[in-house]
């Protein structure tokens, strides 16, 4: 999976009242399950004492994986449409719940949906969508006298890194998913196979 994709620039909240009932749009960039599961779980501590808190995620992966909740509100009229706005919006590794505090007024099945699309819509808003690449992360463990040639070519290369100076020199690197193997063999090229390099895995 080394394609672009669509998510989030960072968290986005907003709020607004329909007919007595307060909606509050939580979003937030997340980077597996894990984080989307992690992510409900803090808003709905958070505002335990809502009516519903509707969770909705989008996390990629073969195939991507998708999962929303009514919350007990009636069936399809708050999980999907959260989700739906995700899908139409083709954003990916992206967490989002819309927390209502009940005024009072129903607002039928109808008047749900549109409520909780527009939750998860002014949330997205807020957060901004940005294009991301996947990355991965790996080490590069090197003696001194071969620490400025490595960085070189970190800093001349797509993607970040950071150098921890002790008894040798350790580079975590953080790079594009489609430049990750060359960089590596940039980097066993120019110290003549003298770094060691571990790599910690996909970092979508």
């Known amino acids: 999976m080394t394609d672009s994709y669509r998510t989030l620039a960072g968290r986005g909240e907003a709020a607004f009242e329909i007919s007595g009932s307060e909606f509050i749009g939580h979003a937030a960039p997340v980077t597996d399950v894990d984080a989307a599961e992690a ?28 999962w929303a909740s009514d919350a007990d509100e009636p069936t399809g009229s708050a999980g999907k449409p959260a989700l739906n706005v995700l899908q139409q919006e083709e954003l990916e590794n992206v967490a989002v719940v819309v927390t209502r505090y009940y005024g009072g007024t129903k607002l039928g099945v109808g008047g749900l949906a549109r409520a909780y699309a527009r939750g998860v819509k002014d949330a997205i808003d807020d957060a901004g969508i940005v294009e991301e690449r996947p990355h991965e992360r790996f080490t590069v463990t090197v003696e001194y006298d071969d620490s400025g040639t490595v960085r070189g070519i970190l800093e001349s290369t797509p993607g970040e890194f950071e150098a921890t100076y002790e008894a040798d020199v350790r580079f975590t690197v953080r790079a594009p998913v489609a430049d990750a193997s060359a960089v590596r063999d940039r980097l066993r090229s120019a110290t003549s196979g003298r770094a060691t390099i571990e790599t910690e895995g996909d970092q979508s």
Not at 45 to 58: F, K, L
Request: hydrophobic fraction near 35%.
């Open 39 to 66: 992510f409900v779980d803090e808003v709905a501590t958070e505002y335990d004492d809502a009516t519903h808190n509707v969770p909705a995620y989008r996390v990629r992966a073969e195939p991507i994986r998708e």
